[in-house]
């Protein structure tokens, strides 16, 4: 088989089409992958609201939840930033980086 023939199959027929489009999926799902270093657990809390007031079982046992405000200690615990870098997460140059430098 000719380079011809195979490069007309892969962009001028539907199968080979289909395939492109897969492998360009495929590569764009790799280069914006997340990556974390270790433990990357995203712990999703339940609104406050949604079950302020209610009873639930846990190992035998009831507990009704409810709101309570309470004073800060000597050392509160210091405001989260989302535009920080977390201490697990690679500081790796991404892929666009990586092509342009």
């Known amino acids: 088989m000719k380079i011809k023939d195979i490069i ?8 080979g089409q289909a395939f492109i489009s897969g492998l360009f ?11 974390c270093k270790e433990n990357c657990v995203l ?7 949604d079950i302020d007031g209610k009873i639930f079982k846990f190992e035998d046992k009831c507990y009704k939840y409810s709101k309570v405000n309470v004073k800060c200690n000597d ?20 892929f666009f980086s ?3 430098a």
Do not use: C, M, Q, W
């Open 8 to 15: 007309n199959r892969l962009f001028y027929t539907e199968t």
């Open 25 to 35: 999926g495929l590569s764009l799902a790799l280069i914006f992958k997340r990556v």
């Open 43 to 49: 712990y999703i809390a339940p609104n406050r609201d």
């Open 75 to 94: 050392k509160p615990v210091e405001n989260y930033s989302g535009s920080e870098n977390p201490e697990n997460k690679l500081n790796e140059p991404g």
């Open 98 to 100: 990586k092509l342009f």
